[in-house]
């Protein structure tokens, strides 16, 4: 009994289908870990700017007339601490009853870098008002 290797011209195809396959769990890979990164750094971006704008918003001025107002100038400063004691990257907005921040974060990917997506920009924007409830 003599076995013989017998070649066909199909040698490479399996490896091109394995290759494909590979590379197509590595970019599903890729959207769960750095689309899960996003959102988690998304949700922590919206708990600052909210928390920001909050603490801008606590700034009033007249509570005694009953018409309460935001000191716009102490409000900017409040949530320009804020923003930096969390190393944080925002504008902030005020009006006399309103403190808005935006924050933004750009986030670097990890795996969907091997296919060109090296980073992301999340911005968020949350408003506060002053309430008597």
Do not use: W
Request: charged share 20%.
């Amino acid at each position: 009994m003599t076995s013989k290797l017998v070649f066909t011209t199909e040698c490479g195809v399996i490896s091109a289908f394995v290759l494909g396959l590979m590379m197509t769990f590595v970019v599903c890979a890729g959207l769960g870990v750095d689309g899960g990164r996003l959102v988690a750094n998304h949700i922590e971006l919206a708990d600052h700017a909210e928390n920001a704008a909050r603490v801008g918003a606590q700034e009033l001025t007249d509570l005694r007339t009953g018409e309460p107002t935001i000191d716009q100038n102490q409000a900017r400063y409040s949530v320009s601490n804020y923003l930096a004691l969390n190393d944080l990257d925002g504008d902030v907005s005020t009006t006399s009853n309103s403190v808005t921040v935006t924050v933004n974060r750009e986030v670097e990917m990890s795996l969907l870098k091997l296919f060109g997506a090296t980073n992301h920009l999340i911005t968020v924007t949350r408003t506060a008002e002053p309430s008597d409830q």
